[in-house]
């Protein structure tokens, strides 16, 4: 838990890495946090879960779950071998925020289903619509019912666990946004994109979006800021440093 008002000890768990370009161009996904929490006088560790053994949870306030190319129904040993580790961190109530692969990851953890979505990949920015649930939630709560999100993934969390709630979705996915417990939640869109990043992953997928029948140029083209959603990486952080 934080102590007192001491700055909280965050850590980026690393779960891939960015394409090549958008990592030169942009910043890798540790990096993109890292530098949307500054903005806000926060900071954070990394962790990179492929390549490091599992670090000591008595030592971390709050983490964050970053993205990757991987996909959590392969069940590589390093994503495996965080599935216990996370499930001993919501024992303790440590606060964590799941992000894309990390919102698949934890939602498989925690006895859900997360694998190839059977309408195909999501990308691009798309409305995100918070459910009942989400208006009453205490880090997702005070954003407007409707807000626009930059999502890249074939995978999505197929079946919640159960226990979780749903706090948003939208026509592609009916979980866009879940809550695990008092302190640990996870969403499906990327926070720390920036439109920039979006538009470099979408260069990258014009193939796979034409082969499914959309056309990458006017996903582009539609590509708008999402400051409601980045808001979240912060609000995150806060929340850790002042828990109620």
Sequence with gaps: M????????LLIVKTGDAFPE????????EALFQEALARDGFEAEVFDARHEPLPDLNRID?????????MVSDAEPWSEALKPWLVTARERNLAMLGVCYGHQLM??????????????RES????????ESGHEDPLLGTLPTHFPAQLTHAQSV??????S???????????QALRYGPRQWSVQFHPEFTPDTMRAYLARQVDKLRDQGQDANRLMRRVAPTPEASSLLARFAQAVATPS
């Design 2 to 9: 934080p102590r007192g008002n001491a700055t909280p000890r």
């Design 22 to 29: 958008v990592v030169e161009h942009h910043g890798d996904f």
């Design 62 to 70: 709050g983490l964050y779950i970053t993205g990757s190319h991987a």
């Design 107 to 120: 939602a498989a953890a925690f006895g859900g289903v997360s694998d190839y979505h059977p309408a195909g």
């Design 124 to 131: 691009g920015t798309h409305e995100v619509t918070l459910t």
């Design 158 to 163: 197929l079946k919640a666990p159960s226990g």
């Design 165 to 175: 709630v749903v706090l948003a979705r939208n026509a592609h996915d009916a979980h």
